[in-house]
Nanobody, 125 residues
Framework: QVQLVESGGGLVQPGGSLRLSCTTS????????IGWFRQAPGKEREGVSC????????YYGEFVKGRFTISRDNAKNTVYLQMDSLKPEDTAVYYC??????????????????WGQGTQVTVSS
């Protein structure tokens, strides 16, 4: 299995910023697509962003495009999600997830077999 650990969540005011990190000690980290998903209370989990194994391709959900930036540092086995201009509706538990793929990129939740425990992001005044 691939073990993923999220960090960087917290409480921030509207318009503020947070940077989430997703790390793993798995030796084959640079073979995996990493995605970020979020789930608010009473709502279904939704895709936020994902990045290809080499960092060359990215995807953003329309609701975060222009505000969030995904990146990865394979030397550190880490993927980041920089979140700017946060809104109250961004409040959710944010999860990172992974699947093995060197070439392709997808935001289909069913394609991700490995998931972290999540980190809480709360945007409130």
């Amino acid at each position: 299995q691939v073990q993923l650990v999220e960090s960087g969540g917290g409480l921030v005011q509207p318009g503020g910023s947070l940077r989430l990190s997703c790390t793993t000690s798995t030796f084959a980290f640079d073979y995996y697509v990493i995605g970020w998903f979020r789930q608010a209370p009473g709502k279904e989990r939704e895709g936020v962003s994902c990045i290809s194994s080499d960092g060359g391709s990215t995807y953003y959900g329309e609701f975060v495009k222009g505000r969030f930036t995904i990146s990865r540092d394979n030397a550190k086995n880490t993927v980041y999600l920089q979140m700017d201009s946060l809104k109250p509706e961004d409040t959710a538990v944010y999860y990172c997830a992974a699947y093995f793929d060197l070439l392709n990129l997808t935001m289909n939740e069913g394609e991700y077999p490995y998931w972290g425990q999540g980190t809480q992001v709360t945007v409130s005044s």
